[in-house]
């Protein structure tokens, strides 16, 4: 199916809209494009190709809400799926956290599209395989990377006269490199919006050497260690660190951010102050979508502002319990970097552990943000400067809260899955033991 | 991980909320979850439209899956219902072999014209993607079943009940919990019906309906003074069952150490919401664990996860050969260990047996998704590793000549492959209770319930916590504990395995929504056992002062 345009997708809208005789009707569609590839063992695996359009319509009398979904736009169908979103919103149980849908609001200009990667075929697919494939076979290692590239558009409109529209193209791609005496491995992760920022060769050999230089790790003593994260390793941390960023939880008394005494820690120091979070939509590294589910405007916003939490993200619902103005969830998060790059990193270090990636990251206590998890696909012990040799992994257990307490040195920023994270050097990070795992 | 994962709201209870409609299809009124879908002669007409069509272009095996997977899911919290979806997903995926490669097609056009398209673009990518096929596929034989049915022994449909009587039990078990202290409750019930028939060129024509179930609470109490909270999850499994899970059952309840309550075939789920709260409360008072070596009293409920993580995972054998190495990992259970014969994965008590035939269990089903008998077979016997888990492409790489049967795939629209069955610890010969093993245990802790669980890509290193933790002195259980997790190394940890209770003990856990592939799929599995001893394991204190 074709991507929607902006006046195509507003005439679809009010035709659906034009059925209604709820009290309320609120229409989405959403329509993507998308392509992958998965190889392992130096060979393609498999290969797909899929595409996906959807209309969800809502309606409601009162607090009865009904929800019905098709995926076949003609007349006949809307009209029919509208119909039942009526009847059973009649049958709905009282919803007394439904918010009326809301007026028009003032989106921010993004660009998330590029018809360069809408373009992107099959044999471009098998490009990106074989850059990894080919490399892998000429030096003794194993591919094993899975590419998908989408094309994507949203778009809302309801009885208040909201409409909203938004379209996107994004490419992830991730790359695993074993060595074939099983000794080594080496991972490296890429995202962009626009292919044209994509180097697969160039990301394939990252993981290769890292593959290499990670063969016959020694074993350290685990316990606490200055450690230099990539980006791709902190971010799933700060991501989880993040989500407590909820002002009803807080409020609720169930989340970290909930103040002793009560109340929240809205306001309160809780890292070190060079740390510095906030998201914004228009960011033309990390575009992100400029409205939020419910048709709210996602704006500029500050989270961690000088190691003080600056803002919780508040739903319709609750900001209206608590009379604030809600704020929608961002659609990308961005952390303030500095000037260091990797090497500057590793040369002013006198002994640590260089991360590239953390994996299978779970809550062990919600209260204090406690994670556990293992570091993965190299890591390397840093001695005067230098990365010495490579390093088994580590169990860690550790609070991003703590982690950001104990920065000492903030690098370059990188995209990572849609935000912009950067290097960073903390210390006294806990690793509890050792694992065998290559 | 994708980015839409940093665009997850976040709070207790939303994200189940927020599972997007589309991942399960679309969103229909009851009325049509009950509606009947084709009768088996329509849907054996439209296969062998698909089976001819491949066959015609030079194919040389093809199967086709009609599936209509129909879903219910109530998610309330304290008095309100939330949110009730129902979802139905219909179509046809086509799978093919055609120069020695695989190619798959799906539609949502479930006509003989949308079903021959379907099985011609199949058939085109195989024939494109042998190009670059280094490894032709053989396909193990199997036995040509003719025309056959098979139905999850359920006694009550459960989308059948009405949606009232299942959310006024919901606000039923939350009001319960409220009542006993909880500040906070939310639970759902997740129900997914199944119906799939299956065709292929080996002459099977298989009609199967598939039911599964799973209720979950949890309770939260919070101190606002000391800005404390703890939660305490309900101890209910899901079930490859119907709404007869729901009707409690005096027999199916056991009670365990510190008045503990816990559930076999029947659960109880206002019995467990008051439980919930009540525990829930203590938890905020209990103490500290003193890290160090302890002998673990495991129940099923915790246990089954370590299974799952420690060998369910390892021992598929995709992960084995290296087809999993970019996302879920590898496994150290290589090949050569195997081939030994004396791999030690645990001590002399440990029997590991996989199968997707125990009655009630999640992963029970007649066939699997390419047509094979399903059955039980060893993966560890008397402490050895004998076997993996393997399907009709894969079993000639470990010199064996029958699919495993676990073949799956979440839906018509995904294509089908290795998937974990159900894996479970037998249950001890000896006749001993779990209050017999604590008698025993001089210092320990008793485990009961899922918790937070971390696994390394080859599945060495893990650490497990749990729902509830209670001290174990001199044979005593002495009081409940807070900040409790193991570390252990698998192979170390299931050599430490001293005793196992007996069958009188077993019940079942399981994961309905484990993912697996890229792009992921989910599946569900059940994982069965017995209260089981495990000697001297390394406890860590997980609290910190922030």
């Given amino acids: 199916m074709a991507i929607y345009s902006k006046e195509e997708a507003k005439q679809l809208l009010d035709k659906a809209l034009s059925y209604s005789k709820a009290e309320t009707c609120e229409v989405n569609i959403s329509g993507d494009n998308s392509g992958n590839i998965r190889y392992a063992r130096n060979s393609v695996s498999t290969a797909g190709y899929q595409n996906n359009h959807n209309m969800v319509i809502q309606s409601s009398f009162g607090n009865r809400v009904g929800v019905a979904t098709l995926d076949e736009f003609t007349d006949e169908a809307i009209a029919r799926s509208v119909k039942t979103s009526e009847e059973l919103a009649r049958l709905a149980p009282e919803n007394s956290e439904f918010m009326p849908p809301m007026e028009q609001q003032k989106y921010l200009e993004t660009k998330q599209y590029f018809e360069s990667t809408a373009k992107i075929d099959p044999d471009f697919r098998a490009k990106v395989a074989a850059s990894s494939i080919e490399p892998a076979r000429a030096k003794g290692v194993t591919a094993a990377g899975f590419l998908n590239d989408s094309a994507q558009f949203s778009a809302m409109a309801n009885t208040s006269g909201l409409f909203a529209y938004n379209q996107s193209t994004n490419l992830d791609f991730t790359v695993t490199m074993r060595s074939n005496d099983g000794t080594g491995s080496g991972w490296v992760t890429r995202d962009v919006n626009d292919v044209n920022l994509f180097n697969a060769s160039e990301a394939s050999n990252i993981a290769i050497d890292k593959a290499l230089q990670s063969r016959n790790a020694k074993a350290i003593e685990p316990g606490k260690y200055t450690v230099i994260m990539e980006p791709a390793a902190s971010i799933n941390l700060i991501q989880n660190m993040f989500r407590s960023f909820n002002a009803r939880t807080a409020d609720e008394g169930r989340s970290f951010m909930s103040k002793e005494g009560g109340g929240t820690k809205l306001g309160e120091k809780i890292v070190d102050e060079r740390v510095n979070l906030y998201s914004d939509p228009t960011h033309p590294l990390v575009p992100g979508a400029p409205w939020s589910g419910d048709g709210s405007a996602v704006k500029k916003m500050d989270w961690l502002k000088g190691g003080v939490v600056n803002n919780l993200f508040y739903s319709r619902f609750w900001a209206k319990e608590k009379g604030v103005e809600p704020v929608p969830f961002p659609s990308n998060g961005i952390m303030t970097g500095g000037d260091a790059s990797l090497e500057d990193l590793i040369k002013e270090t006198k002994k640590g552990v260089l991360v590239t990636r953390l994996w299978y990251i779970r809550t062990v206590d919600p209260q204090t943000l406690l994670y556990t998890g293992l570091t993965r696909d190299g890591t390397f012990y840093i001695e005067n400067g230098k990365i010495k040799h490579p390093i088994k992994n580590f169990r860690f257990n550790e609070s991003p809260i703590i982690m950001l307490n104990n920065l000492e040195t903030l690098g370059q920023q990188v995209r990572v899955n849609g935000s912009l994270i950067p290097y960073m050097k903390i210390r006294d990070f806990t690793f509890t033991s050792l694992s065998d795992a290559v | ?546």
């Avoid at chain 2, 129940?299 to 089954?304: D, K």
């Avoid at chain 2, 497990?464 to 504990?481: A, D, H, P, Q, S």
């Avoid at chain 2, 005793?499 to 799929?521: L, T, V």
Wanted: hydrophobic letters at 35%; aromatic letters at 8%.
């Fill in chain 2, 1 to 546: 991980m994708k980015r839409r994962d940093f665009i997850q709201i976040a709070g207790l209870g939303a994200g189940a909320t927020m599972l997007p409609l589309s991942m399960f299809g679309k969103s229909v009124s009851v009325e049509a979850l009950l509606a009947p879908g084709l009768d088996v002669a329509q849907k054996k007409v439209l296969a062998d439209v698909a089976l001819n069509t491949a066959k015609s272009m030079g194919a040389s095996y093809a199967d086709a899956r009609i599936g209509r997977y129909l879903n219910q899911f109530l998610f309330t919290r304290e008095d309100k219902v939330q949110n009730i979806q129902n979802t139905e997903s219909f179509g046809v995926g086509i799978r093919v072999i055609a120069n020695g490669t695989w190619g798959f097609s799906s539609t949502i056009d479930v006509t003989p014209e949308g079903i021959k398209k379907a099985t011609e673009i199949a058939v085109s990518i195989a024939k494109a993607n042998s190009k670059i096929q280094k490894e032709p596929v053989v396909m193990a034989p199997v036995a040509s079943h003719g025309e056959v049915s098979w139905k999850t022994p359920i006694i009550k449909n459960a989308i059948a009940v009405s949606v009232e009587e299942k959310a006024d039990l919901l606000l039923k078990a939350n009001a319960a919990a409220m009542e006993n202290g909880a500040n906070y409750v939310n639970s759902a019930l997740f129900q997914v019906n199944e119906q799939k028939y299956f065709a292929s060129t080996e002459g099977s024509y298989i009609d199967q309906d598939v039911h599964r179930i799973w209720p979950t609470i949890t309770a939260t109490v919070i101190d606002p003074k000391e800005g404390k909270f703890k939660s305490r999850q309900g101890l209910s499994a899901p079930m490859g069952m119907g709404y007869e899970y729901m009707d409690p059952d005096p027999k199916e309840m056991i009670e365990g150490p510190g008045g503990i309550k816990m559930f076999r075939n029947r659960y109880d789920i206002v019995a467990d919401s008051i439980e919930a709260a009540l525990q829930a409360k203590e938890m905020l008072s209990a103490k500290s664990v003193e890290p160090g070596k302890y002998d673990l009293v495991l129940e099923p409920n915790h246990l089954g996860l370590t299974i799952h993580e420690s060998v369910g995972h390892p021992l598929e054998l995709d992960r084995v050969l290296g087809y999993e190495a970019n996302y879920a990992g590898t496994s150290f259970a290589t090949l050569d260990k195997w081939k030994s014969g004396n791999f030690n994965y645990g001590s002399k008590l440990v029997n590991l047996v996989a199968d997707k035939t125990q009655v009630g269990s999640l992963g029970a089903v007649g066939y699997d998704d390419e047509g094979v008998k399903c059955k039980e077979w060893d993966l560890v016997k008397e402490g050895t590793l004998v076997n993996y888990q393997a399907i009709r492409d894969q079993v000639h790489m470990i010199d064996q000549k029958e699919s495993h049967g676990c073949c799956y795939s979440q839906s018509w629209n995904d294509v089908q492959f290795q998937r974990m069955p159900n894996v479970s610890l037998k249950a001890g010969q000896q006749k001993l209770s779990p209050a017999e093993m604590i008698k025993n245990v001089e210092k320990g802790i008793y485990i009961a319930g899922r918790g937070s669980y971390s696994i390394d890509q080859q599945r060495y290193n893990f650490q497990f916590g749990g729902t509830v933790y209670y001290e174990i002195k001199n044979g005593e259980v002495v009081g409940m504990l807070n900040d409790v997790a193991y570390q252990s190394n698998t192979q170390e940890f299931w050599n430490s395995c001293a005793a196992i209770c007996d069958e009188s003990d077993y019940r079942m856990f399981g994961s309905f929504f484990d993912g697996k592939g890229q792009p992921s799929q989910i599946s569900a599995v059940s994982h069965g056992s017995a209260t089981t001893r495990f000697n001297g394991v390394n406890v860590i204190n997980t609290g910190r002062n922030i």
